[in-house]
């Protein structure tokens, strides 16, 4: 086998899978290198995402409204159930397999694609000189560490090593009381007292799938108001769905010392009064966000400039200051989310290969996995407020829509907002049922300058909760037909 490749891929998450498999497709000759492993030590590409992220954690969400149902909403469906119990071992055991399919569908795609995948842990050696050994182009040595080690050359490298969770200060992650997302994934017993320090998406969403399966949850967030960054309208929302389940969130809290003891965990805290209390529980989740991922690159070996916060500084087409280095995803700046670090990846290869990819930040959604579910893309209404934008807003509730009181899901609202003079879609916003899945019209309709009379004149199903979006844009204009 050479070891010789037009382009080769650090990471095999999000970003790195895809951009080896794009490049791939465009005709290089790619490796892509991932040091994952499972628990019998094979290979496990996906990244965080794929085995401590979004997939194990939309399982476990699944798992455990399907439970939460049963409990509650199938007697309004005259189904009884009696005897009702959860085996969370089972439950984690098929988040498990859920996992395994996405590593080996990702290795699948490798081979499909003919991208050479090496299992084990990448490193900058030095940069290569252009000529015999390297090729026409020079480029960079990467060593490879595993079981298989070995050493590359490439000439265009991409950097996709993803991040770490951010641990609280003098609270160390031992994943066995003090969890970060990848502990909280793993928990085989309810735990009876659950407390949670940031009440951001990883927060919500593991809060949610314990407290459904019997958990008190405390989430402790730092921050005066909920979730800052959406829509106020929908985050309040949000917040009155979550008190009335049984959510515990306190906001503007100062956390003060964590001590571990052999049966939990207490926590000091300042309520937002300044009030002195504590937290003690069975299980803390610390979810106070995430830091890049460099462990073990060796930047400093080729000069890889990183910043103040350790990410690798990029321009706005993903280069970094190396001449054929690249970076994407969660290791350079912008939102943490898998699906960005896919479309730069895409971009990043389609540059390589001489065409011009593009990723606009401003059409990336974002989505919050609870029930009812949050999503949004473009401008809050604080924003445009705060940015002395002319607007126009309409929402409409799922109350009035008829799948959604089929579905007996009538919880939350879509609301867009729109240009005063021109009509377009400046912002959607959606918490409900399916929120994930209504927010990639909004997107579409963003991405090609549609106003919201585009929105309201295009015929949607019926029944279905699309419908809701169809008379939030006709209530930009005031004319709802159903509300």
């Known amino acids: 086998m050479s070891n010789q490749f037009d382009v080769i891929v650090i990471g095999a998450g999000p970003g790195g899978y895809i951009a080896a498999i794009r490049a791939a497709q465009l005709g290089k000759n790619v490796a892509c290198i991932d040091a994952w492993s499972n628990a019998a030590g094979g290979a496990a590409p996906g990244g965080t995402c794929t085995n401590v992220g979004c997939i194990p954690s939309k399982a476990l969400l699944q798992s455990s409204e399907h439970f939460e149902h049963a409990g509650h909403a199938f007697a309004d469906h005259g189904i009884s159930v009696k005897g009702l119990a959860i085996d969370a071992a089972k439950m984690v055991a098929r988040k498990d397999a ?10 699948y795609l490798f081979k499909k694609n003919k991208v050479t995948f090496f299992h084990g842990t990448a490193s900058f050696v030095k940069a290569v000189a252009p000529g015999a050994t390297s090729g026409a182009q020079g480029g960079y040595e990467i060593a490879v560490a595993g079981k298989a080690p ?21 609270a160390a992650f031992d994943e066995q009381q003090i969890l970060s997302n990848t502990g909280a994934l793993a928990l085989t017993e309810v735990p009876k007292k659950l407390g949670l320090i940031g009440s951001g998406v990883i927060g ?12 008190e949850v405390t989430v402790l967030e730092g921050l005066p108001t909920f979730l800052g960054a959406v829509d ?91 001449p054929g280095v690249w970076a994407v995803g969660d290791v350079v700046r912008g939102p943490m989310l898998a699906h960005k670090a896919e479309e730069e990846g895409v971009a990043v290869a389609e540059r390589i290969a001489g065409q011009h990819g593009h990723v606009d930040f401003n059409l990336i959604p974002w989505v919050i996995y609870t029930s009812p579910e949050i999503a949004w893309v473009g401008r809050t209404e604080q924003q445009l407020k705060a940015d002395g934008v002319a607007y126009k807003a309409g929402s409409f509730p799922f109350l009035a829509n008829g799948r959604a009181r089929a579905l007996g899901d009538t919880t939350g609202l879509v609301k ?13 916003h959606i918490v409900g049922p399916m929120a994930s899945e209504l927010i990639a019209e909004c997107v579409m309709a963003m991405a090609f300058k549609a106003s919201a009379e585009d929105i309201a004149r295009i015929c949607h ?18 004319r709802t037909l159903n509300f």
Not at 98 to 104: E, G, I
Not at 461 to 478: M, Q, R
Request: aromatic share 2%; proline share 2%.
């Open 98 to 107: 859920v996992v395994k399919q996405n590593n080996d569908g990702i290795l």
């Open 204 to 215: 919500l969403e593991m809060g949610s799938v314990w407290r459904r399966l019997g958990a």
């Open 461 to 478: 199903a019926h029944p279905s909760l699309s419908e809701s979006t169809k008379e939030a844009a006709l209530a930009v204009d005031k």
């Open 150 to 170: 070995a050493t590359l050359v490439g000439a265009q490298i991409i950097v996709a090593t993803g991040s770490n969770p951010r641990a609280l200060p003098g």
């Open 232 to 322: 106020e309208q929908i985050a309040k929302e949000a917040k009155k769905a979550f008190d009335k389940q049984g959510l515990k969130i306190e906001l503007g809290v100062k956390v003060g010392e964590v001590k571990v003891a052999k049966k939990g965990v207490t926590v000091a805290y300042t309520n937002a009064k300044g009030e002195a209390q504590t937290l003690a529980v069975d299980k803390l989740i610390v979810s106070i966000g995430r830091v890049p991922n460099i462990d073990g690159l060796n930047a400093q070996a080729v000069g890889l400039q990183l910043d103040e916060r350790g990410a690798i500084v990029v321009d706005a087409e993903c280069k970094t200051n190396l």
């Open 416 to 428: 867009i907002l729109a240009d005063a003079k021109t009509d377009e879609v400046l912002g959607a």
